[in-house]
């Protein structure tokens, strides 16, 4: 088993930044690729980012691409969400996932592990 624990989340004013992490912890040799969704009220979880097991290759979905990025440090067991020039369309909670295939995926059901999700909200 895998555990996935996020911080980082909170209230930022519109333009603010953000980074999120997420801590693994257990069967973490079995973890390949990683990903962040995220989910606002009344719609459904979409991908944010995602990147392979080494964090050779990453995606980045449109709505927020040239303003966040994702990384891992292998070393710590923890993958990054840098988020920048925040918006409110951004509020929602954001989860972090683990999966133990290789290939990125920007599915939520592909994904075999879950973190409980930190809230993230953009107002002024």
């Known amino acids: 088993q895998v555990q996935l624990v996020e911080s980082g989340g909170g209230l930022v004013q519109p333009g603010g930044s953000l980074r999120l992490s997420c801590a693994a912890s257990?069967?973490?040799?079995?973890?390949?690729?990683m990903g962040w969704f995220r989910q606002a009220p009344g719609k459904e979880r979409e991908s944010v980012a995602a990147?392979?097991?080494?964090?050779?290759?990453?995606f980045i979905a449109n709505p927020v691409k040239g303003r966040f990025a994702i990384s891992r440090d292998n070393a710590k067991n923890t993958v990054y969400l840098q988020m920048n020039s925040l918006k409110p369309d951004d509020t929602a909670v954001y989860y972090c996932?683990?999966?133990?295939?290789?290939?990125?995926?920007?599915?939520?059901?592909?994904?075999?592990?879950w973190g409980r999700g930190t809230q993230v909200t953009v107002s002024s």
């Open positions: 257990g069967s973490i040799f079995s973890i390949k690729a």
């Open positions: 990147i392979s097991s080494r964090g050779g290759v990453t």
């Open positions: 996932a683990a999966r133990v295939r290789d290939g990125l995926s920007f599915t939520p059901n592909e994904y075999d592990y």
